[in-house]
Nanobody, 115 residues
Framework: QVQLVESGGGLVQPGESLRLSCAAS????????MSWVRQAPGKGLEWIST????????DYANSVKGRFTISRDNSKNTLYLQMDSLKPEDTAVYYC????????RGQGTQVTVSS
């Protein structure tokens, strides 16, 4: 069955960086567009970024464009999210998903940005 395991979250100060990882199994990772979404406290799921199968084409929400970078390593079945210049409003649980399949998300990883 599809399994997505997110990791790499933590508590950081504004302006700092984090790199999230998502280990995928149970499906042919290299055949799927992949996305990152997040859920802030008391809010719904927010789409952040998507990457195509080969990693050459990416798209970002305006709220993270220029600060976050999505990438993938198909040889390792792993998706990444490099987050730079973090802001308090980036505080959320972050999930990776198969493109448009929000039910595929794992347990998520908590990112807290606070001074």
């Amino acid at each position: 069955q599809v399994q997505l395991v997110e990791s790499g979250g933590g508590l950081v100060q504004p302006g700092e960086s984090l790199r999230l990882s998502c280990a995928a199994s149970g499906f042919t990772f290299s055949n799927w567009f992949m996305s990152w979404v997040r859920q802030a406290p008391g809010k719904g799921l927010e789409w952040i970024s998507t990457i195509n199968t080969g990693g050459q084409v990416t798209d970002y929400a305006n709220s993270v464009k220029g600060r976050f970078t999505i990438s993938r390593d198909n040889s390792k079945n792993t998706l990444y999210l490099q987050m730079d210049s973090l802001k308090p409003e980036d505080t959320a649980v972050y999930y990776c998903i198969k493109y448009l399949d929000y039910e595929s998300r794992g347990q998520g990883t908590q990112v807290t940005v606070s001074s």
